[in-house]
Antibody, heavy 122, light 107 residues
Framework: EVQLVESGGGVVRPGGSLRLSCAASGFRFDDYAMHWVRQAPGKGLEWVAGIGWSRIAIGYADSVEGRFTISRDNGKNSLYLEMNSLRTEDTALYFC???????????????WGQGTQVTVSS | EVLLTQSPGTLSLSPGESATLSCEASQSVSTLHLAWYQQKPGQVPRLLIFGTSRRPTGIPDRFSGSGSGTDFTLSIDRLEPEDSAVYFCQQYGSWYTFGQGTKLEIK
């Protein structure tokens, strides 16, 4: 069974930093691209960042480009999101997500963690 | 960026009826790269449909998807109270974007 467990969320002041982690199990981690998706309270879903299995392919949403850094450690089956220069609009539940059912190397999101809450407030 | 607009915002129906949810893209999306998700209150999203019309293992055939180009549809037959949720469409052909969601209420 696929398990994705996020940690590292919390309350931080604007301009501050946080590092989110995701521990993966139940599948061959280094075979899959991984992503972070966030959901602000009562709002929709926003893809934040993604990283390919080999760490070569990396992408970011425009809203976080230059402030957030995604990384992975295949030896530890772990995904990370380093978040700097945080803004109030970054307040959200952050999900660690695995993709599956790919076509032409493009894949929807098959498995989701329970999320870790990030609150940016003064 | 491909923008996705879902309609209606809210849909209220009775058990046994059928639902039709729409997703319109700002530019053409390959049928290979359009998905639908269901999110029940307090739960994480669940993949319902991928590649416009394909269902992952375990998704009932009451859920079906169709469409092409810029217009896509999620259909749900024989509605059950447990189908109450917010439904999101997603394109994954050009990075990733989601629609704003349609709230389905079964009363």
């Amino acid at each position: 069974e696929v398990q994705l467990v996020e940690s590292g969320g919390g309350v931080v002041r604007p301009g501050g930093s946080l590092r989110l982690s995701c521990a993966a199990s139940g599948f061959r981690f280094d075979d899959y691209a991984m992503h972070w998706v966030r959901q602000a309270p009562g709002k929709g879903l926003e893809w934040v960042a993604g990283i390919g299995w080999s760490r070569i392919a990396i992408g970011y949403a425009d809203s976080v480009e230059g402030r957030f850094t995604i990384s992975r450690d295949n030896g530890k089956n772990s995904l990370y999101l380093e978040m700097n220069s945080l803004r109030t609009e970054d307040t959200a539940l952050y999900f660690c997500v695995k993709d599956e059912y790919c076509s032409a190397n493009k894949c929807p999101f098959d498995s989701w963690g329970q999320g870790t809450q990030v609150t940016v407030s003064s | 960026e491909v923008l996705l607009t879902q309609s209606p915002g809210t849909l209220s129906l009775s058990p046994g009826e059928s639902a039709t949810l729409s997703c319109e893209a700002s530019q053409s999306v390959s049928t290979l790269h359009l998905a639908w998700y269901q999110q029940k209150p307090g739960q994480v999203p669940r993949l319902l449909i991928f590649g416009t019309s394909r269902r992952p293992t375990g998704i009932p055939d009451r859920f079906s998807g169709s469409g092409s180009g810029t217009d896509f549809t999620l259909s749900i037959d024989r509605l059950e109270p447990e189908d109450s949720a917010v439904y999101f469409c997603q394109q994954y052909g050009s990075w990733y974007t989601f629609g704003q969601g349609t709230k389905l209420e079964i009363k």
